[in-house]
């Protein structure tokens, strides 16, 4: 399994080829993971895995603020279902995934970031409406459209016109606009709109509002989202934080998610559960970091307990 994955790499690297040729600079960057978890759950046994993780990007300067973007994604899980790729296209028993799995283009401002292709995305302010996330590996698990973050005058702006590549015909579309503002020094606050056009069950509308307010070494940010669904619309998330040093923060975040309080269950929070998660970070070097999270949640609907313990060490290049 392994040797496909490198051969994979190998692969994709060559893709990256043209991108030198035509650019005026190619910058070379990424990482790698190993993240060990463990699973409880009410009425199931008890399930562990390791999952290997390899990220290789590119980015070739074209000139005048242009650039273009690539990405190269493999996973190795010994258990298939806590990897983070898609099932539905590498099949439920396959333990590795690699692929050209983000490209596009760029265009950078002074002020503005915007990135056209496929790509990563989070809405709302703690990822509490939506997210596919960047630890995402392979094909069938990003989104593809156009997204702009950055500020104009003193307000914060990130918006984004995607839809989802999923497998199959179901490419479920979705927007979203966050403008933020820092009204004092220690505190600053936004507003989240967002969209998300279902192809089998329907348009919903989302709104959420969220602060942050720092205090010495000590932050608390709170979101809370709902939609216009009939029941069961509600989300909301609230989290503090306390960095030790530059190097060791701890963090412990509450949450609480509804079945139609994000946008096609896809929030960075287990859809259907409350919970608390309990976390410590650790910067070992300028490229090593150790995380450790501990998440002790219940299904909403139906009372039943779980619980995950993940371990993730990492290292940038």
């Known amino acids: 399994m392994m040797k496909k994955i490198f051969a994979g790499v190998l692969v994709g690297m060559n893709l990256f080829a043209p991108m030198a040729f035509a650019a005026e600079t190619v910058t070379f960057s990424g ?3 190993l993240k060990v978890e ?44 806590f990897g983070d ?16 799995d983000q490209f596009g283009l760029n265009y950078k401002t002074e002020q503005m970031v915007y990135k ?34 950055g500020t104009i005058g003193n307000i914060e702006l990130t918006g984004l016109i995607a839809k989802e590549d ?19 020094e220690r505190l600053n606050c936004g507003i989240t709109m967002g969209r998300y056009q279902d ?38 998330t609230a989290r503090w934080n306390y960095g030790f040093s530059d190097k060791i923060a701890t963090y412990i975040t509450g949450f609480r998610v509804e079945t139609n309080g994000d946008m096609g269950k ?18 070992l070097s300028n490229a090593n970091g150790l995380e450790v999270v501990y998440k002790d949640q219940k299904v909403i609907s139906n009372g039943e307990n779980n619980t995950k313990l993940e371990v993730t060490l990492s290292h940038a290049f």
């Open 166 to 184: 999923n497998q199959g015909s179901l490419d479920n579309k979705l927007y979203a606009l966050r403008t933020g503002f820092t009204p004092g």
């Open 85 to 100: 790729y898609n099932l539905d296209v590498y099949g439920d028993d396959n333990k590795s995934a690699v692929a050209l």
């Open 31 to 33: 990482d790698a993971t």
């Open 266 to 283: 896809q929030s960075d929070y287990d859809n259907d559960n409350r919970g608390i998660h309990y976390g410590v970070t650790y910067q």
């Open 199 to 236: 192809d089998t069950n329907g348009t919903t509308n989302h709104w959420a509002v969220d602060g942050t307010y720092k205090l010495g070494k000590n932050s608390f940010t709170t979101e809370f989202t709902k939609s216009n669904s009939s029941s069961d619309n509600q989300a909301y």
């Open 116 to 149: 056209l292709g496929r790509q990563d995305v989070a809405v709302g302010k703690t990822a509490l409406l939506y997210s596919r996330p960047d630890s995402n590996i392979g094909k069938r698990n990003f989104v593809d459209g156009l997204s702009a973050d």
């Open 38 to 81: 463990k699973d409880t759950a009410e009425g199931s046994a008890n399930s562990s895995a390791a999952m290997y993780s390899l990220k290789l990007k590119a980015e070739a300067e074209l000139g005048a603020g242009w650039s273009l973007y690539g990405r190269i994604g493999a996973q190795y899980a010994t258990n298939p279902s």
